[in-house]
């Protein structure tokens, strides 16, 4: 059998690294990257970055654990290295407060970032509100400069990247011989998932270089989060809203929010705001399915559903997708082989 047509569309942060784990583990393969939009404008670069893990409900523990700990020891690997400037990637000290102790002190990431410890009584002195707290070191990647880099790899691995919007995954059956989907809140169009849906995010961007801890309040709702250029401040997590325009008021809420964590904040100059759709559901849709037409069949890999972690988690759910289209490949050269028979 030829080279199989591999299409992956969507160049988010799942898409644009499945397509690269496709690369690596399957060079046989002839890969190609569709998509409405790229860099900047789709959620991924809206996000913040930070390597703080989600918890899905409908995913196992230990395998959410498995992912977040790939993509962690692979952006870990890229921070030590020369190209995490041009990647985006760096490390990021802070603490995460809570107004009153939580159920789960050890969270079942602690022990894949780094130095994760209780904060000292010195420490939660800077948090009077707060009663109890988690120091630790993670990542953080700045979004729009890693899906470049991304994209960098991408085409120097040959891989064709488009600007297509598709309507029906099965236009594609003539061109490719895999599909991989990787549309994230598109999905809720493109194959009709009911289980998908938006959930609202609000951030600010601002410049205060002197800021440089992250602080996360517990309940995940109110952050700062210091990048390379820019201190990410949220958020807003607003179930069901498909409203990608900034609301003022939110704005200032936001930002009220993060000045009680971090006073200094009050001198923040040139705040942008920027709107995301996380693409939500119980767990992220990670399986192979076949469509199939009149006899004729499309092997489909969905990787999408990554809601509110999906930097967190991409390069391990990336490997998995690449799995299964390796699994895809197997399928279609075994049913070549056995036709010529
Ligand atoms: P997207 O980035 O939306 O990419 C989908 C791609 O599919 C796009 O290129 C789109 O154009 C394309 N597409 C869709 N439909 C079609 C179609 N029919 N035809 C062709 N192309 C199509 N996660 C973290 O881990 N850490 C964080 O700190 C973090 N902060 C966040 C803050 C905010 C405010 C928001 C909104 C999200 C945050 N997230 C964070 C979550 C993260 O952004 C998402 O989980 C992730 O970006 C999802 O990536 P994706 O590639 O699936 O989706």
Redo the contacts with the bound molecule.
Sequence with gaps: MAAPKVAV???????LSTALCIVETCPSSSVTV?????SP??????????????TYPGTPIHVQKQWFKETFTYLFAISNSAEASEAGIHLVSGWQVFKSTPKEELPFWSDVVLGFRPMSEAELQKFPQHQFGQAFTTLKCD?PTYLLWLEKRLKAAGVQMYN????DLWELHREYDIVVN??????H??VGDKKLFP?????LQVHAPWVKNFIRDGDGLTYI?PGIHRVTL??TREKESWSLSPDPGTTKDIFDRCCSLEASLQEAQDIKV??????SRQCVRLQREVLSQGGVKLPVVHN?G?????????RGTAKEAARLVGECIAALQGSSSRAKL
């Design positions: 569309v969507g160049a988010g942060v799942i898409g569709l998509s409405d939009q790229f404008n789709t959620t991924s670069d809206v996000a913040a970055g930070m390597l703080i893990p989600h979004c297509r919007k598709v309507a990787c549309t994230g809140i598109g999905a169009q493109l959930v609202r995010g609000q951030v989060y949220g958020g920027k709107v995301g759709l996380r693409p999408y990554h809601g509110a972690g999906g930097f967190s988690v991409h």
